[in-house]
Every structure is written in C-alpha cells, then in structure tokens.
C-alpha cells in the first residue's frame, strides 16, 4: 500500500487532504490574511498543530467500532471462561471415569476368586 493510514481516512472521509493542498498552493501573502481574518473573527474554531478536526460520521463509525470490539473483548472473555471451566469438568470426569474402570476391574477379580 503507498498511502498510510491518515491519508487513507482522508480521501475516504474527505477531509484535510484537499485543505493541505490549498494552504500548501496559496501565497503567503494570501496566509497572513487568512490568519488576520480568523483573529478578527472569534467565533471561527482554531485549530493547533497538535489537533486534529474529524467529521461527526467518521467519528461515529469510530465509536461504533469501539463499542463492537468492546463487546466482542467481552464475549471472548465470557468464552474462555466456559472453556476453562468444561476443561476442568471434563479433567474432573476423566478421573472419575478411570477410578471407576479400576474399581470395576478390582471387582471382577475379587469375583473369579470366589468362585475358583
């Protein structure tokens, strides 16, 4: 694959990939007004290098996966449980069973010396 991860998400989501390309594109004249302008106005967002904006479905189909493997992590754990659990009462039955061909076998021999 060429493209990572977040430009992936990009071109699927379409964001920040066509964004980069037009800041990248522009003078710098054209970003010093772009940044007067979002100064003026405050109730523009701004947004630090650090962050990152994600459209609201994009961000909703995240947690969606979130919440499945959440749930799957727990069903898995429910099964392992119930395996371990059938493993120890098959161990447990397993010995019974041989315990129990033993105490047959003790019997039919105390049986033919009785009857010799």
């Known amino acids: 694959m060429a493209s990572n991860y977040e430009e992936r998400m990009a071109e699927k989501y379409k964001f920040l ?3 980069s390309e037009e800041v990248k594109s ?3 004249i054209d970003q010093n007004l772009i ?3 979002s100064s003026s106005n405050p109730n523009k967002e701004i947004v630090s290098d650090g962050n990152l904006i994600v459209p609201l479905d994009a961000w909703n189909t995240v947690l969606n996966q979130l919440g499945n ?3 799957a992590n727990q069903l898995m754990a429910e099964a392992r449980e119930r395996a371990a659990k059938a493993e120890a009462e ?3 039955l397993r010995e ?3 315990t129990a061909r ?3 076998e003790e019997a039919n021999k105390k ?3 009785f009857f010799f």
Do not use: A, G, Y
């Open 69 to 71: 493997l959440h749930e």
């Open 35 to 37: 940044n007067n302008e």
């Open 102 to 104: 033993q105490q047959l």
């Open 17 to 19: 990939k066509k964004e």
């Open 111 to 113: 049986k033919r010396f």
């Open 96 to 98: 019974k069973l041989k």
């Open 26 to 28: 522009k003078d710098p």
């Open 90 to 92: 098959s161990e447990f």
